[in-house]
């Protein structure tokens, strides 16, 4: 099933609105609970001002692509709304690490060991342990980022026994020309077999779709805050 979300012109709490009722019929047709589902808004891009009414209109997580972005605007809006929650759902460098693990909640691009080493060095220094997602790249497309399929288990099995980390969930970003539900299901495959409860997919085109294939977050930006 496909979603049949419109992305809006302009950022809105109507667009949140929106999102949220299909959520909640994608959880009925899929006799999921609701709040089996979290929305994470994807506010990228745009600014505080245009983030504000929908945290107004009742929205407490979001999620943001870079590091340095999230620092010029996050720690303004926290300070104003208590209780916000913020991820990271973009590539991650090394050296953000400590940056990364000081502002964010969760971390949805757990990729590679150099990610694990300077994780791992700063939730010890720390002491605060954001939820930790590996991505996996189920196209295994060159220019994107994440573990390929095959390499899911073993990378996994490292982050927890080499690295201590303890890890959450899977995230998954389908190639743009393929069917998601495909990629959807291999990545709840990869995560059942490995232990995992947290599924991080699906977007504004496709959230429906991933939420019928057991997604717990959904990634949800231009539905909520309009074309970028």
């Not at 620092?71 to 709304?81: D, F, N, Q, T, V």
């Not at 959450?168 to 490995?194: E, Q």
């Amino acid at each position: 099933m496909q979603s049949t979300t419109t992305p809006l012109t302009t950022p809105s709490p109507n667009g949140l609105a929106k999102v949220q009722q299909e959520i909640a019929r994608a959880c009925k047709e899929a006799r999921r609970e609701r709040a089996s589902v979290t929305l994470i808004a994807v506010s990228k891009t745009f600014a505080a001002d245009a983030i504000s009414p929908v945290i107004d209109a009742g929205q407490r997580v979001f999620g943001e692509n870079r590091v340095q972005e999230a620092k010029g605007k996050w720690p303004a809006l926290m300070e104003s709304y208590p209780g916000l929650v913020l991820h990271l759902i973009g590539p991650l460098q090394s050296n953000k690490a400590k940056e990364a693990v000081a502002l964010f909640d969760a971390i949805h691009s757990v990729d590679r060991p150099s990610i694990c080493e300077a994780l791992a060095k700063e939730i010890k220094s720390q002491q605060k342990q954001p939820e930790l997602f590996v991505q996996i790249n189920t196209g295994e497309e060159p220019q994107k980022a994440g573990v390929a399929p095959q390499d899911a288990d073993a990378f996994i099995a490292r982050c927890r026994e080499h690295y201590g980390l303890a890890i959450s969930g899977l995230m998954c970003i389908p190639p743009v020309d393929d069917a998601p539900a495909p990629h959807f299901a291999l990545t709840a495959k990869i995560a059942a077999r490995n232990g995992l409860t947290n599924l991080s997919m699906g977007m504004s085109a496709d959230f429906a779709v991933a939420i019928q294939m057991g997604a717990t977050h959904v990634r949800v930006g231009s539905a909520i805050f309009g074309a970028r």
